[in-house]
């Protein structure tokens, strides 16, 4: 046999997708899809090459990271719990949930004469592993595969499988339910339902449950399938599971079905709404009649009574996160869904979920900015509240959909939108009293601020609202051939990138040209750190992509990819990019490029040292005469603003931290980059 010892984290220490953690919370964001339990052990796995297992019934948890997705799991017979059979791709391997060993028990052999393995089950002796072909059976503890039955099948596939005490029963792609003797071998046709048997479970040789595609309601049947009757009072045909004689659910993502007398009635149970649980993606019953089920971003919850109550084993609130914000101070937020706000006061390293719930019951919470250390503003569909000391001070009846906040200019940009009207709005007191600025044609996606102190909003068909007097006034542009942007990022008034969704778009000149530099799905989160240094984001699947160029877009990499979506971002002074995420998980990606090493060029301007230490002088080499210098802190403010016809300038008074520099040529040129000054 051939063991492979993974690696692995203990709760709360979860892994994802490339063996990190969440920052928070502690637990993967994982489509649990497979599950098996038995005494105190539970195993599930799902994507993001993340599997869980607990020894204590689910009070603690230890993830393992696999390379391959599991497809499906049972326990081992004779182990009473302790060890699983886990189906990997085309391995079938016993995991040891005290030692987190994994071993081997399928061989070449097995695979040369089964091909594709579809699904294990287990009896109390034995395992068998089967195929599109065949079905073959091992002696739990040897593990020497022989194959006890063949299909011969023509233009089908096994979808779904099931054992009893005396039967493996089979279902196919095309209708087909088939049971095979445990005993004698012989394989017989049941019942052709001309219809893909989407799941069925068999509580005894004879008493079983299918749901059937074109099928109106799940069927029963108490002669092994071959006649059935319809169970009219479930009405939902979907992931049907018997216990004993009389109970029947129906499990659907956010909602059961249950009957306690054998279909004659049965009652409709959400699976509850409080934040705290996800959609259900897989199920297991226990001989002991509990039901447990596991889904989306880890969760796993049991009832024990039918239904009545649930337990949830790996808790925490999941409402999927849609904005971020960091502040110099250490303080940042977090916000999303209809209460979720969470905050941290050190810099990201620790965050915990504050108690405020303000507007009504649909209040979704969309955006969030932070205006000091104690005090910040969130936005919902139809209130905004203003919070300082963790307190609730004031609540404003407005939607807003975005906020943007100028520390320097101590003013506050919001977009919103109200039934079919959309605005721009803007604030000078902290967010308790807004002014209508300007009306949009349509609803825009987020608010982008140079450097320089130029406000973008993009608009509809091609067009781009700007600002140059902090948002009093605005202006209509162009972009580029009325491409349909949704999010801009600019560098300053005329370095800029624009997504429409499918593809992303660079401009040198403000947006009357753009040129295409990349593709792909859902781009978002653009992030443009200097000429030549450009972040953005695509979804795939429900993942985040990470996308980096160093050249100015010239290529680009995929340089990481988090399991969860991603909704909302931030970058900091240190190009740290803060991610909120689906499930309410917090991410952060340090932006590599030629501004994280603080070796920069600008188009043949070199500044030097990069960083600096406070007090020092700037040195700068340049093919053309420099006639001015000028630093712009990330808000927007000009700092410092030099003549020079030398190469050296002095930083004495100037804060740590990063700073936009704007060097001027003779020829009248301006090029930027990026200036770190550390202590």
Known sequence: MKKLILLFLILQQIAICQSENSLFPNVPYTELNALAVENDYIYTAGDCNTALVSTDAGQTWTTVTIEETVKNIRILPGSNGAKAIYQIKDEIMVFDANTLEFDEISNSSLFLSS????????????????????????????????????????????VNTDVTENYIHIGTLNGLLMRIDLETNAVDIMNDFMNRIYSFDMVTDDLGYFTIQNFTYPIKTTDGGTTYTDLENLPENIGVTGYGDNVIFTINTNRIYVSTDGGQSSTYIPIPDDGTYDLVYSKYMTEDGTLYMAGRSSMVIKTEDFGSSFINLNEYKRENLSGIN????????????????????????????????????????????VLSQ?????????????????????????????????????????????????????????????????????????????????????????????????????????????????????????????????????????????NL??????????????????????????????????????????????????????????????????????????INGPTSTYNIDINSVSVYPNPIVSGQDINIESDERVTEVTLISLSGKTVKRMPTQSNSISTIGLNTGMYTIAVKTIQGEVKYGKLVIVE
Request: net charge negative.
């Open 326 to 369: 960091m502040h110099s101070s250490g303080t940042g937020v977090a916000v999303g869904g209809l209460s979720s706000i969470i905050k941290t006061e050190d810099g990201g390293d620790n965050w915990s979920f504050q108690d405020l719930v303000f507007g009504d019951d649909n209040n979704y919470l969309s955006s969030v900015t």
């Open 374 to 514: 104690n005090k910040y503003l969130v936005a919902g569909s139809n209130s905004l509240a203003i919070v300082e000391n963790d307190q609730i001070i004031a609540t404003v009846d407005r939607g807003i959909d975005v906020l943007h906040y100028n520390a320097d200019g101590g003013y506050l940009i919001g977009l919103q939108s109200s039934n079919s009207d959309y605005s721009i709005i803007k604030s000078t007191d902290d967010g308790m009293t807004w002014e209508s600025k300007a009306f949009l044609p349509g609803y825009s996606y987020n608010i982008s601020q140079a450097p320089t102190g130029k406000i973008f909003v993009p608009g509809l068909e091609g067009t781009i609202y700007t600002s140059i007097d902090g948002g009093d006034t605005w202006d209509i542009e162009e972009f580029g051939n009325e491409l349909e942007i949704r999010r801009v990022a600019f560098l300053d008034e005329n370095v800029g990138i624009a997504t429409t969704g499918l593809k992303l778009y660079m401009t040198t000149d403000g947006g009357a040209t753009a």
């Open 115 to 158: 091909g594709n393995y579809v699904s294990i089950e287990v009896d109390k002796e034995n395992i068998y592993v089967i195929s599109n072909q065949n079905v073959h059976q091992a002696l739990a503890g040897e593990y020497d595969w022989t194959k006890i039955a063949d299909f011969n099948f023509d233009n089908d596939a096994v």
């Open 517 to 590: 530099i990349s593709s792909g799905y859902a781009i978002d989160n653009l992030q443009l750190v200097s000429t030549d240094v450009i972040f953005y984001t695509t979804a795939n699947e429900a993942q985040t992509n990470i996308y980096e160029s160093i050249n100015g877009g010239s290529t680009f990499q995929e340089t990481k990819e988090f399991c969860s979506q991603t909704s909302g971002s931030f970058i900091d002074k240190d190009n740290t990019v803060w991610l909120a995420q689906n499930g309410g998980h917090i991410n952060k990606y340090k």
